[in-house]
């Protein structure tokens, strides 16, 4: 049974003329009948006001009509706006609040494809959908008719994407000003930096709200990913449309750009002008390398695991191998992490971080020791040739551990698995 039920008025034009309150009413009471008693939320989403104003030249019969209309209609939440992808984002909202993924949507037969496309669009795989045709028949032209086929052809689904993308442009940003954290030993030869979680639009608590990636356990969707690398793009001075991350396997596997891509990898070099590479994190480090010399650079997802697998070292050794560069030249920055305060793993698992260096460790005797992946990152950094002078690790916001600093970083080890996700990128000026 459906926890949200959404009632698709949008191409309705009602009206004074003798059968619309009727019959709209007789669809309300029905829809209140079978899904009332196990929704938590019933929603009508219309282009604008349903009103149930009469004028004096109507019966009484109507007069009630329109009384038991307006009584009805306080049971619904009612969205209105002339814009299909403000309605439905606005109702996207209301679900989420509630914490509700399983959506009825009882639609008029005509618009249930244009519906699809919509909800295709601004919601994930969480939610579970089922359509139901909207069976009565409001008489007297009272339906905006359409010749929708079962079909969107590419123009209409276009036109969809650019008011869904518009619409999200105009929303204001949250939680405060887009921040991104810059290292001063990488050179102006390169626009790089780390984010935090402030200046975006995604609302999710967990997520909001500059989350920045999407998956089909998460609710935000794509374009509101989207939209918040946008504005980074804008910030930083970017090109979106070159923007690549890693394809997280929490590894060592490392894409050479140009060359062919892995399915997964958790580490990305190039030394070509213009195209940005990202590595995610949240509560793993993002790791940022730059050569000023050959001008070449990279990026590494360094989980725990990804740590021991030595994703950092061979993310250097592929900046040597391909582009001639040398390990004096290089500069490594490691982005915000969890930090040793916070972060627990099973002794076993913690049994490679002691034999790496004790100082990696706290507590090892205990179930669950507390482990610092960013000294563990350090120490093969060095151990593999980088000048500890070429590490930055500790300054400005750097340093600061995820999990402890909730207004500034998103964590998993905090907010559980619908955690949102910084970055931490790099490109080479044009």
């Not at 699809?116 to 669009?121: G, H, L, P, S, T």
């Not at 993002?286 to 990279?298: E, L, N, S, T």
């Not at 916001?397 to 080890?413: E, G, I, M, R």
Request: include cysteine; glycine fraction near 6%; charge should be neutral.
């Amino acid at each position: 049974m459906a926890e949200a039920v959404l009632v698709d008025l949008f191409g309705l034009k009602l009206n004074s003329q003798k059968n619309s309150h009727q019959s709209l009413l007789k669809t309300l009471y029905a829809v209140r009948y079978y899904c009332a008693a196990k929704a938590k939320f019933l929603c009508i989403m219309c282009c604008s006001n349903i009103s149930c104003e009469r004028d004096d030249e109507h019966s009484n019969c109507e007069l009630d009509t329109s009384t038991r209309l307006s009584t009805l209609l306080r049971e619904f939440e009612t969205v209105s706006n002339p814009s299909m992808a403000a309605s439905l984002y606005t109702i996207k909202q209301k679900i989420d609040e509630k914490n509700l993924s399983s959506v009825k949507v009882i639609v008029p037969k005509h618009r249930k494809t244009l519906m699809r496309a919509f909800i295709d669009q601004l919601f994930t795989d969480v939610y579970n959908f089922e359509f139901e045709d909207l069976q009565v028949t409001l008489r007297g032209g009272l339906w905006k008719q359409s010749t929708e086929g079962k079909t969107i052809a590419a123009q209409e689904l276009e036109a969809i994407q650019n008011e869904v993308e518009t619409y999200l442009k105009s929303l204001p940003a949250l939680k405060g000003e887009l921040t991104i954290i810059t290292s001063p030993s990488i050179s102006d030869v390169f626009i790089h930096g780390f984010t935090t979680r402030t200046g975006g639009i995604s609302y999710i608590p967990t997520l909001s709200s500059f989350n920045l990636f999407c998956s089909s356990k998460r609710r935000d969707p794509k374009v509101v990913v989207q939209e918040n690398l946008r504005r980074l793009g804008n910030a930083a001075g970017f090109n979106v449309e070159k923007f690549y991350r890693i394809k997280t396997d929490h590894a060592s596997d490392v894409w050479i750009m140009g060359k062919k891509e892995p399915e997964s990898y958790d580490g990305i070099i190039t030394n070509q002008r213009g195209v940005t590479i990202a590595a995610l994190g949240a509560d793993c480090i993002p790791i940022v390398f730059a050569d000023p010399v050959k001008k070449a650079c990279g990026v590494a997802h360094s989980g725990w695991r990804g740590t021991l697998l030595g994703v950092a070292m061979a993310t250097v050794n592929g900046m040597i191998a391909e582009y001639g560069c040398s390990l004096e030249d290089i500069i490594v920055v490691l982005g915000p992490s969890v930090g040793p305060c916070c972060f627990t793993l099973p002794r076993e698992s913690a049994k490679g971080f002691q034999n790496l260096d004790p100082e990696c460790v706290r507590l090892f005797d205990s179930p669950n020791p507390y482990v610092d992946i960013r000294k563990a990152t350090r120490i093969l950094l060095e151990r593999g040739g980088i000048l500890p002078q070429n590490i930055q690790d500790q300054n400005q916001d750097l340093n600061l551990c995820t999990s402890c600093h909730p207004d500034k970083f998103f964590s998993h080890v905090r907010d559980g698995l619908n955690f949102g996700t910084q970055i931490g990128f790099i490109s080479i000026r044009e």
